[in-house]
């Protein structure tokens, strides 16, 4: 099973700008599909954007031209570009693996989770 490691979050006024990462473990992490997902306070888990081992990608909820998933496969870590931030964009952000190559919108395909990193925006 990989290991994943967020980093990046923290606290930012609305408008700006944070870039979160992950960082797996193994040596397979190229032929992985990965995901961030959201979950807000009081609120289930939900997938931001998902990218595929090919590196093709897939927004969901309000982050389209706003957000963007990336992934470096030499470093074995995926990114997420957030700019315009707003503060409904406060939550615990997790990134995840699945064995599949997808860029899945399905939680249940992601086996593997990272702890989370908690974002915050300011109004």
């Known amino acids: 099973q990989v290991q994943l490691v967020e980093s990046g979050g923290g606290l930012v006024q609305a408008g700006g700008s944070l870039r979160l990462s992950c960082a797996a473990s193994?040596?397979?992490?190229?032929?992985?599909?990965m995901g961030w997902f959201r979950q807000a306070p009081g609120k289930e888990r939900a997938v931001v954007a998902a990218i595929s081992w090919s590196g093709g990608s897939t927004y969901y909820a309000d982050v389209k031209g706003r957000f963007t998933i990336s992934r470096d496969n030499a470093k074995n870590t995926v990114y997420l570009q957030m700019n315009s931030l707003k503060p409904e964009d406060t939550a615990v952000y997790f990134c995840a693996a699945n064995l599949w190559g997808l860029a899945s919108g399905r939680e249940k395909d992601y086996k593997s989770w990272g702890q989370g990193t908690q974002v915050t925006v300011s109004s």
């Open positions: 193994g040596r397979t992490f190229s032929t992985y599909g």
